[in-house]
């Protein structure tokens, strides 16, 4: 999704990656929060994903392949099934609270300085990561 929205395919307004900040958060806070959340270990469109509930976070470790996600290219000529295995989400139900963010990613050292003029940006750590993002 955000390769689409950075690019503005598929109708999506294009917006700069600089415009565009990563929330961190953990899964131990997620999960101790009571928050209901789904994960899949793939695209959603996909017939060959799964979906997964609360009851199986503890076994998202095996559940995922970590190496696609973490691939950086989405293409295997010998792997027709990366980019697919690639796009796993993890989604939780409603807004995660303020409270819940703990750090914050940015494009560059523009976009960096930028947060911390924001009126609602409340310390938490800032990092700059140009991997990812498209």
């Not at 190496?67 to 290219?73: R, V």
């Not at 295995?85 to 703990?102: H, M, N, V």
Request: proline share 3%; charged share 30%; with cysteine.
């Amino acid at each position: 999704m955000l390769f689409v929205i950075q690019r503005g395919l598929n109708g999506v307004e294009t917006v700069p990656p600089s415009d565009i900040i990563y929330c961190v958060t953990s899964l131990d806070y997620v999960r101790d929060a009571g928050f209901d959340f789904i994960f899949s270990n793939g695209h959603a469109v996909s017939d060959l994903t799964n979906f997964f509930g609360p009851e199986k976070v503890g076994e998202i470790r095996s559940l995922l392949d970590w190496d696609a996600i973490k691939a950086k290219y989405w293409k295997n000529e010998k792997d027709l099934d990366l980019k697919r295995r690639k796009e796993a989400e993890f989604l939780l139900w409603g807004d995660l609270p303020a409270t819940g963010i703990e750090g914050l990613i940015a494009y560059d050292e523009t976009a960096r300085e930028q947060i911390f003029q924001m009126k609602s940006y409340n310390g938490q750590r800032v990092r700059v990561r140009l991997d990812y993002y498209f």
